[in-house]
């Protein structure tokens, strides 16, 4: 199982959120340098959000498909700390997905793959399901977009059926109401999720949370981290994260 750092990206400097609240924010410092820190940890992924790019609408017809403010603090990280990283926020464009996938591992996708679940697997067939998962954000039972600032109204697993559907094999499952409260990931949620592989993210709370995810595909480390829950490089070089 892969236990993830998640660094968040806002205005250059690595933040947390609460319950995805662009306005409850709290800064954490240069996210470069926590990058090289979770490496030194013995992190073996990371796990990065361009938070600004996550919350802007979608481009209108005719303008810019790029629209990626942290694309250069996270070409920074992954040419410092080379090792994987996944990276999401913003990414609703082809030509945004090979921006970033010539510098990263993977690429999520979000809002793009909820308004359009043939987008996902277009980049499937184009980059391959190794590099592509999907970020599926929940709020109640429903799929949160834009930053988890607009409601879609399609329900959670009706949204996975489609993407089983188009080839996605990986995806990262939020419940939005968990996310920075420290409140321990919706496990009910993840029981109800078949035949694809589970990054479990939002909750985290402390070790043995990180322990209860074992047999999922991975889980994200965020907040606990940031606020001392978590012994990070235990969790980094436990068992559980040599499992395959």
């Known amino acids: 199982m892969l236990v993830i750092p998640a660094i968040d990206i806002m205005g250059g400097k690595a933040v947390r959120l609460y319950q995805g609240d662009y306005n409850k924010k709290t800064v954490y410092g240069d996210p470069v340098e926590i990058a090289q820190k979770f490496k030194g940890m013995g992190a073996k992924y990371l796990h990065i959000v361009d938070l600004d790019g996550a919350g802007a609408s979608s481009p ?96 959670y697993l009706d949204f996975i059926e489609l993407l089983k559907d188009v080839g996605v094999k990986t995806i990262i499952a939020t419940d939005i109401s968990k996310d920075g409260a420290l409140s321990s990931p919706n496990w009910k949620m993840y029981e109800k999720i078949k035949g694809v592989n589970i990054i479990v993210s939002g909750g985290v709370s402390c070790e043995a949370d990180v322990e209860k995810a074992r047999g999922y595909y991975g889980v994200i480390v965020g907040k606990a981290y940031y606020e001392g829950k978590v012994d990070l490089e235990k969790c980094l070089n436990s068992k559980i994260a040599r499992e395959e």
């Open 60 to 155: 209108a017809p005719g303008e810019s498909r790029l629209f990626n403010p942290g694309y250069d603090v996270i070409a920074e990280i992954c040419a410092k700390v080379k090792i994987p990283v996944q990276v999401g926020g913003g990414i609703r464009s082809k030509e945004a997905a090979e921006k970033y996938l010539r510098i990263a591992d993977r690429v999520i996708l979000g809002t793009a793959a909820v308004k359009n679940p043939g987008f996902a697997g277009e980049c499937i067939r184009e980059y391959g399901a190794d590099r592509i998962a999907v970020s599926v954000d929940v709020l109640g039972d429903e799929i949160a977009v834009c930053g988890w600032t607009e409601n879609s109204g399609m329900n």
